[in-house]
C-alpha cells in the first residue's frame, strides 16, 4: 500500500514510517518541520504545510496514496492553554484542510493520532472508549473536534477512518527516539538527569491518593503504538467505516516516583529528584483501556516491561549523544 504520514519528520511520526516500511509499505512523508526534522525521514518526503489544500491533493496524487496517517499536531497541554489559537489552527483547521485534499485527490481512507485528553478528569480508571469526552484544555478539545468532523466526513463524503486515543508514547527504536526542546516528558527527562545533562528531575506533588503519593500514568512503547496504526489502517476495508480505539498499557500504569526508579535502574546511575507543588489540573491516575483494540484487531503490545520501555529510550540516547535528532 502507498501511504502518506503526515508529520512523518517528529517522534512518534518517524516511527510509524519506519513500521510501515518494514512491512513493505511505500510511505511519502509530508511535514513542514515546524516541529520535526529532515534527518529523521529516510525516504519520500515532501516539506508541505497542510494549510496548503493545493499543495497537498497533489503530492497525494502524483505519490498515488491509498491511505493517510494524521500524525501532525501540536501537542503541549499547557502551551494550549496559555495560547489557544495556534491549535486551533493546526490541529483543527489544518486537519480540515487535509481532509479536503484527501477528496480532491481521491483518498478515503485515513488513520488518526488522537489523544486520551478527549476524556478530561475521568470518573473511573482505566478510561473505555464509552467513557465520556470532556477535554479540559485546547489541545485535548481540538483533538475530540477533529473526531467528530471524521463522523460527518464519513457520512457524506464515505470517508473511512480510525481514531487512536494514547497519553505517553515512550522509549525509542534503534532508528529514531524522543529529543524535543523544550523537552517535556519525564523519561527523556529522568534520562537527560542520569546522562548528566539536567541537575535533577522535578516531582509534582507527593500527596496524591496513589501507592507511593505520585500521579500514575500510562506509558505505551513507540513501537507498539506504531504497530496499531498499522492494523487500524489495514482494517479499514469498507467506505464510510468511523471508529475510534484507545491504546493503553494493559489496565496498570506507572507511577512518576517509578519511572524515576526505572531510569535509575536502567542507567545505573542516581537520580536526584526535587519535589514541587501539584500542577494544576493533574489527575492523581489516568490510564486507557485497550481491551477493544486487542479484540477487535489483535493488538498486542511487545514492549508492556517498564524497564524495557526505558532502556531502549537510554539505548537510542547513548548512541545519539549528544544531541539526538530534534523532533
Not at 206 to 232: F, K, M, N, S
Not at 249 to 271: F, L, N, P
Request: charged share 20%; aromatic share 8%; hydrophobic share 40%.
Amino acid at each position: 500500500m502507498r501511504v502518506a504520514v503526515t508529520g512523518g519528520a517528529g517522534y512518534i511520526g518517524s516511527v510509524v514510517t519506519e513500521v510501515l516500511e518494514s512491512d513493505g509499505h511505500q510511505v511519502l512523508v509530508i511535514d513542514n518541520l515546524s516541529k520535526g526534522h529532515r534527518d529523521a525521514v529516510a525516504g519520500a518526503f515532501a516539506k508541505i504545510d497542510l494549510r496548503d489544500r493545493t499543495a497537498v491533493a497533489a503530492a497525494l496524487g502524483e505519490f498515488g496514496a491509498d491511505a493517510v496517517v494524521h500524525m501532525a499536531a501540536s501537542s503541549l497541554v499547557g502551551e494550549s492553554v496559555g495560547d489557544p489559537a495556534p491549535y486551533y489552527d493546526n490541529n483543527l483547521a489544518a486537519g480540515l484542510s487535509l481532509l479536503d485534499a484527501m477528496r480532491d485527490a481521491g483518498v478515503s481512507r485515513l488513520v488518526f493520532s488522537s489523544t486520551a485528553a478527549v476524556y478530561g478528569d475521568p470518573e473511573r480508571q482505566p478510561i473505555d472508549e464509552m467513557d465520556a469526552t470532556r477535554p479540559t484544555n485546547p489541545y485535548g478539545e481540538t483533538k475530540l473536534a477533529f473526531e467528530r468532523a471524521l463522523r460527518w466526513y464519513a457520512g457524506a463524503y464515505g470517508l473511512s477512518s480510525t481514531s487512536l486515543r494514547y497519553f505517553n508514547a515512550a522509549g525509542a527504536t534503534a532508528a529514531h527516539g524522543e529529543a524535543h526542546d523544550p523537552e517535556t516528558h519525564l523519561i527523556p527527562l529522568a534520562l537527560n538527569v542520569a546522562d548528566g545533562r539536567l541537575p535533577f528531575v522535578t516531582i509534582f506533588g507527593t500527596d496524591y491518593a496513589t501507592p507511593d503519593g505520585t500521579c500514575i500514568r500510562d506509558y505505551v512503547h513507540v513501537e507498539d503504538l506504531a504497530r496499531a496504526h498499522v492494523l487500524a489502517m489495514n482494517a479499514l476495508t469498507e467506505r464510510g467505516l468511523c471508529r475510534t480505539y484507545n491504546l493503553g498499557c494493559g489496565g496498570r500504569g506507572y507511577s512518576v516516583r517509578e519511572v524515576i526508579d526505572a531510569a535509575a535502574r536502567v542507567t545505573g546511575c542516581e537520580i536526584p529528584v526535587r519535589v514541587a507543588d501539584r500542577r494544576a489540573g493533574d489527575p492523581a491516575v489516568l490510564i486507557a483501556s485497550s481491551a477493544r483494540i486487542r479484540r477487535d484487531l489483535q493488538w498486542m503490545p511487545r514492549h508492556q516491561d517498564l524497564d524495557i520501555i526505558v532502556g531502549s529510550a537510554w539505548t537510542w540516547m547513548r548512541e545519539h549523544a549528544p544531541g539526538g535528532i530534534p523532533s
